[in-house]
C-alpha cells in the first residue's frame, strides 16, 4: 500500500527482455534503494513492482507482460524519468490518500494551462474508469495522489502545485503522453457492495 506521494525522481537505466512476454527493469533511486531489500515493494510511476536485487542505488524487479500490457511501463526507455515511492509503513502519515499501486487504465495528457502560481492539466479518462472519479475526490497519475478539479464523461482535470511540477514527471510530461490511472478504491469497494444490493446479494 501506497499514499501518492512521491518520494524521489528516479531513472530507468535499462530494460531488459526476459522472454516470455516479460521483462526485467532497472531503476535508479538512492533514496527509495537507501534501505530497500528483496522482496520490497517500490512504485514506479504508479505501479507497484517487487525488488528482486539491489546494487549501488539501482533496484531490478520482474515486470510480467499483464502489467506491460496494462500501463505505461513498457513505453519508458533508459534515461526517461520515473515517480519513485516505497511502500507506506503503519505508522507513518497519510499524507495523499490510499493507493494500491494496481493500475486501473492508461490515461493521456490533453492540455496544460500555465497559471501564476498553479497549473491546470487536464487528462484522458479510459472507457468505464469516469464513473469512478468525483469531482474534490482522488485520483492517481503516474503514483502521484492529486485531487481532481474537474471531471466530464472522458476526461478531468486536475491542479499542480510548483511543488509538484518540480518534484515529479508531471512538470515535464507534453501533450499525447500516456500516463498510469489508479481511481480511488474506496470507490470500487462502493460499486461491488450496491451491486451486490440490487442483486439481491449478501447484505
Not at 546494487?55 to 505505461?72: Q, S
Not at 499501486?101 to 495528457?109: I, M, P, S, T
Request: overall charge negative; proline content about 3%; aromatic content about 4%.
Amino acid at each position: 500500500m501506497f499514499t501518492g506521494i512521491v518520494e524521489e525522481l528516479g531513472e530507468i537505466v535499462r530494460t531488459t527482455d526476459t522472454g516470455g512476454d516479460s521483462a526485467l527493469v532497472a531503476v535508479r533511486g538512492p533514496l527509495v534503494t537507501s534501505d530497500a531489500r528483496h522482496g520490497d515493494s517500490i512504485a514506479v510511476n504508479g505501479v507497484c513492482l517487487t525488488v528482486v536485487d539491489v546494487e549501488d542505488g539501482v533496484f531490478t524487479a520482474d515486470v510480467m507482460g499483464e502489467t506491460l500490457r496494462r500501463t505505461a511501463l513498457g513505453a519508458l526507455r533508459p534515461g526517461d524519468p520515473v515517480n519513485l515511492e516505497r511502500a507506506a509503513a503503519l505508522n507513518s502519515r497519510l499524507g495523499g490518500h490510499l493507493v494500491q499501486g494496481h493500475v486501473d487504465g492508461v490515461g493521456e495528457l490533453l492540455s496544460r494551462e500555465p497559471a501564476a502560481q498553479w497549473e491546470t492539466v487536464r487528462f484522458r479518462l479510459p472507457t468505464g474508469l469516469s464513473r469512478y472519479v468525483v469531482e474534490k475526490g482522488s485520483i492517481t497519475v503516474d503514483g502521484i495522489s492529486l485531487t481532481v478539479a474537474g471531471v466530464g464523461d472522458d476526461w478531468f482535470s486536475v491542479g499542480l502545485i510548483p511543488t509538484t511540477l518540480k518534484l515529479t514527471t508531471l512538470g515535464a510530461r507534453g501533450v499525447g503522453d500516456p500516463v498510469n490511472l489508479e481511481v480511488d478504491v474506496l470507490a470500487k469497494y462502493v460499486e461491488r457492495l450496491l451491486g451486490d444490493r440490487a442483486a439481491g446479494g449478501d447484505r
